[in-house]
């Protein structure tokens, strides 16, 4: 019977809705469930009343603004999503529904709980992020049986005392409310996991938290803290700490970490403030600029007020320490590095420069390049001083000021570069400048926050007994292992707070760690000057005309070394792109810097149709095709290269990559078949927009040559947002008239639609032994032209750095991915790790049915006599290995083009129906947003894992998924939910339309 004032959409999705009750009724007491979501219901049928045996009842995302009082005479009902709708008020017989046991009420207009709310004695989950509660009912204690309280984005200012009875609670989410203070009753909550206050205005914590000895999880973030509560201590099962976003609790941010999901032990904030703690009073400061700038002259007047008008220049880097008088405190001992000014050292730079540092930029108007030369290095010091958006200070000393002024545009380069302090001029020879650039620096040093951070005695105990292990020693570099002993030894064991030592260390430059390299991560390096002079004199004296670098060569040129500290240094380089293995097993480098700077000659085949690529620069950094060079080698294989550029091929496609550096522009020309020339295009504008992004604010233009009008470029950002826009037709006037340009078709010439779209893609592991690392730097490429064809996505292990848990960041990925692909060798064949943990859980998942593992041989090796590898289809084809491929790239095309890419589409469409896609993704979506949890990272894999989990459970049922699809659109929604609710338990309060 229509309803008043209803529209006609309204009509219809009410009488969809008593369609589907109707069905459900029919069935009697096989009528479990029903789903209503997504109809544009704005008034529900009290019909629903009628189905006395209904368990679960799907209401969300409809424009529900009140429910009928029948609601309450469903009494067997357990399970209630009501999220995204527009209720108000609750009906008082809500609390009729004795059995409900989840209640999602998120995403609606309550701001007022119904009292009734008490009455829910078996509710296990209550979801009422949100939403506009200002408070909660007493009543909200009656719920014992509660595990899960979901409160997040509310206008709560205080939680009632009433919480503390809630002791089966496992997981608390008050986030992004306006809570100032919590009950002492908190503590009461033992069987607490997981507890989410970030985003509040907290000031303090109850000492009473200390009682929760189960949690885990405790996040704090962004608050108004200024002490951390002792009690805190007292949480013993504490694993994740955060506490980014309290300014209050002066915690600097490498040791909170750079994103968001990095957690802090609080033995550090603890360790800070203890008696023997004492102001760090340390500094590293940084001199950077063209070579004969005089940095090394302004070093010895800032030192020693002296000056030698033949002094030399620096090669690699010089390093002193400096006692300087500063405001606020104590004397600073400021750790002095000059950098060499050589161009070919430039590379070298990025190994040392470090954010929490102070630089001072030596400019002079030699040849006439000064604002080249600032923009260069200020778009440097960005790229590598930053931190959490906060670039280091830098003071620009306008060197050499008597002979020659240099004229700059100073107010140009302040605005573009905030971070700028002052412009100084100064010159040595005559001493202009120097006590006003002393005085300058001393005010910056002494106000600095980080530099008179109390620090507690053992960061000072580790350094001290490091120092004296070099001298004793005389030894460059530790094992990570080592330094840990060396920790223990003063007493400090805790794996967290040796993590902590090492990052300052780092940052001070007094010992590096290369953490976030898996090559790198176990050497802490104690002198500095050891590795910038190798890898500079690796550099500056070309091996071979071919710029190719064996560890022979290596180790005759350095010969105080051995050859393991010799690799140690090959492979920093490999990690900075200054280096790339031809054969490692040959043990044989390629290193472009060294490569001859002229281009051959390009015939007549590098004519016809093709596609151009342009990236034009403020300042072309040095360096920067030589880096593209190295990460796209496996494409260039037997190909010409050259300092300032490259060929590649991919299939049939081949392309130029090269840089004019007159005209700060680098240029990509594809040829070829068009899908071949599509995903060589595509990839290298991967890689050059990888390589652009990690300089902060280099910025270049991106432009495409449009097929049409050759004389006419456009920038490729704005065919991506037209096209994002829905508005690929436009319009525009050239010099031979009127063209009509397509976006959608233009973009298609670099990547295929679905990698410029949020459509699902199979999610790709590695699992790879480190001594297979050039194996794996050739499979990531291949990946990357996949990906270009928006067929993957893939994950790999460089992000975890020394001293972290990286077993855990592993195995919480193994539990995401979609597809496991196994580089077999020896290597990898006799690894404990890689056998027990990595393909164990692979081939776990794979007979569950939620992945699919495909092995990838590079070498002859006993792989199939192993026994648990032998059943599975291995690639190349027939198994033959990479290194039996004469060239070896001809192996990984089939790896890629032949046999990977068929296994993801088909992984793609076992996995992603329309429907499953739909019923699946947008779930997930709403739990990111209306149930955010402590920590998004972690959790997000749990619930991934409890998808699959119910997707194996699914698979394995006797009811097929096609089956329940077709029951269900033949307009039987009840057998449908009565069949799966039968064949799916995904247990533990999971929700199981999640996953259909």
Not at 131 to 156: C, D, Q, V, Y
Not at 307 to 332: H, M, N, Y
Not at 860 to 881: E, F, M, S, T
């Amino acid at each position: 019977m229509p309803t008043p004032k209803m529209t006609a959409e309204a009509q219809k999705a009410y009488d969809e809705a008593l369609e589907r009750i109707g069905e459900c009724e029919r069935m009697g007491k096989a009528g479990v469930g029903v789903d209503l979501s997504n109809l544009g219901l704005t008034t529900l049928p009290p019909e629903i009343g009628r189905l006395t045996a209904l368990t679960h009842l799907y209401l969300d995302n409809n424009q529900l603004s009140t429910l009928p009082s029948e609601i309450g005479q469903l009494t067997t009902l357990t399970w209630l999503d009501l999220e995204n709708n527009q209720l108000s008020t609750l009906p008082p017989e809500i609390g009729q529904l004795a059995a409900l046991s989840v209640l999602n009420l998120s995403s609606n207009q309550l701001s007022i709980l119904s009292l009734a709310i008490g009455q829910l004695t078996s509710l296990t989950v209550l979801k009422l992020s949100y939403n506009h509660l200002r408070t909660l009912p007493s009543e909200i204690g009656m719920l014992t049986a509660l595990t899960e309280l979901f409160l997040g984005n509310n206008k709560l200012r205080t939680l009632p005392p009433e919480i503390g009875q809630l002791s089966t609670l496992t997981g608390l989410y008050p986030f992004s409310n306006r809570l100032v203070t919590l009950p002492s009753e908190i503590g009461q909550l033992t069987a607490l996991k997981e507890l989410n206050l970030s985003s509040n205005q907290l000031s303090t914590l109850p000492p009473e938290i200390g009682q929760l000895t189960a949690l885990s999880i405790l996040d704090l973030s962004n608050n108004q803290l200024s002490t951390l509560t002792p009690e805190i201590y007292q949480l013993t099962s504490l694993e994740r700490l955060f506490l980014h976003s309290n300014s209050g609790l002066g915690l600097p941010s490498e040791v909170l970490g750079g994103a968001w999901g990095d957690d802090l032990n609080p033995d550090y904030y603890f360790s800070q403030r203890s008696t023997n703690a004492r102001p760090l009073n340390e500094v590293k400061m940084m001199l950077v600029g063209r070579g004969g700038a005089g940095k090394t002259s302004l070093v010895e007047r800032l030192m020693r007020d002296t000056f030698d008008k033949w002094q030399e220049s620096t090669t690699g880097i010089a390093l002193q320490d400096w006692r300087l008088p500063c405001p606020g405190g104590d004397a600073v001992t400021v750790h002095v590095w000059d950098f060499a000014g050589q161009v070919i050292a430039h590379a070298t730079h990025q190994f040392f420069l470090s954010a929490r540092s102070v630089y001072v930029l030596v400019l002079t108007a030699r040849e006439d390049s000064q604002r080249e030369d600032a923009e260069y290095w200020l778009r440097l010091i960005r790229a590598f001083g930053s931190e959490d958006g906060t670039t280091s200070k830098v003071l620009v000393a306008l060197n050499k000021w008597a002979t020659a002024p240099v004229r700059l545009d100073r107010e140009a380069l302040r605005e573009k570069y905030p971070f700028i302090v002052d412009f100084m001029e100064t010159d040595c020879e005559t001493g202009q400048g120097i006590a006003e650039l002393k005085a300058k620096l001393a005010e910056i040093i002494g106000s600095d926050a980080g530099v008179r951070e109390k620090t507690g005695a053992d960061y000072f105990q580790v350094k001290e007994a490091l120092q004296r292990r070099w001298k004793d020693e005389h030894t460059n570099y530790l094992n990570y292992s080592v330094f840990e002993e060396v920790c223990t030894s003063v007493g400090v064991a805790d794996k967290d707070r040796q993590r902590i030592i090492a990052r300052n260390l780092h940052r001070l430059g007094l010992a590096l760690n290369y953490g976030d390299d898996d090559r790198l991560r176990d050497t802490t390096v104690l002198n500095p000057h050891w590795v910038a002079d190798g890898i500079y004199l690796l550099l500056r004296q070309t091996p071979n005309e071919r710029a190719e670098l064996s560890l022979e060569a290596a180790c005759r040129r350095l010969p105080k070394d051995d050859p393991r500290q010799v690799m140690f240094l090959i492979r920093l380089m490999q990690k900075y792109d200054l280096a790339f293995p031809l054969k490692e097993d040959e043990q044989l480098w390629l290193v472009p810097q060294a490569l001859a700077d002229s281009q051959p000659v390009l015939g007549a085949e590098w004519q016809g149709e093709a596609t151009r690529l342009r990236w034009t620069y403020a300042a072309l950094p040095e360096g920067l095709v030589p880096r593209f060079i190295t990460r796209t080698h496996t494409l260039s294989e037997g190909l010409p290269r050259w300092l300032n550029g490259t060929l590649l091929e991919l299939g049939l496609a081949r392309a130029v990559v090269r840089a004019d550096v007159t005209d700060r522009r680098i240029t990509a020309m594809i040829l070829g078949p068009v899908e071949d020339r599509q995903r060589l295009a595509g990839t290298i504008q991967m890689e050059m927009r990888s390589l652009n992004a990690e300089i902060r604010g280099l910025d270049p233009l991106e432009e495409l040559q449009m097929q049409k009008a050759p004389e006419v470029w456009l920038p490729v950002t704005g065919l991506e947002k037209a096209e994002k826009m829905k508005e690929p037709e436009m319009s525009m006037l050239t010099p031979k008239g009127a063209l009509k340009i397509n976006a959608t078709t233009e973009n298609n010439r670099l990547t295929a639609q679905d990698a410029r779209t949020d459509v699902w893609k199979p999610r790709v592991f590695i699992s790879y032994s480190h001594k297979d690392d050039a194996a794996k730097d050739q499979l990531v490429l291949q990946l990357k032209v996949l990906q270009t064809a928006g067929l993957v996505e893939y994950w790999l292990d460089r992000d975890l750095t020394a001293g972290e848990e990286w077993n855990r960041g592993i195995t919480e990925q193994l539990e995401e991915m979609d597809v496991f692909l196994l580089l077999v060798s020896t290597h990898s064949l006799t690894s404990d790790y890689i056998n027990s943990v990595e393909i164990t859980r692979a081939l776990e998942r794979r007979s569950q049915g939620t992945a699919e593992v495909v092995p990838v041989i590079l070498q002859r090796c006993q792989w199939k006599a192993c026994g648990r590898l032998n059943h599975l289809i291995a690639l190349p084809k027939d198994g033959k290995p990479i290194k039996d491929h004469r060239p070896h790239h001809l192996g990984w095309h089939d790896v890629s083009s032949s046999g990977l890419a068929r296994r993801v589409r088909r992984t793609a469409a076992r996995a992603e129906t329309p429907e499953r896609s739909a019923c699946r993704r947008a779930p997930l979506q709403r739990k990111g947003s209306g149930d955010q949890v402590s920590c998004q990272r972690s959790k997000s894999s749990r619930n991934r894992a409890k998808l699959r989990d119910c997707s194996a459970s699914f698979a394995a049922s006797s009811l097929s998924a096609t089956s329940m699809r077709n029951s269900y659109q033949s307009s039987q929604p009840c057998s449908f939910m009565a069949a799966w609710a039968r064949s799916f338990n995904c247990g533990g309060g999971a929700d199981p339309w999640l996953v259909w």
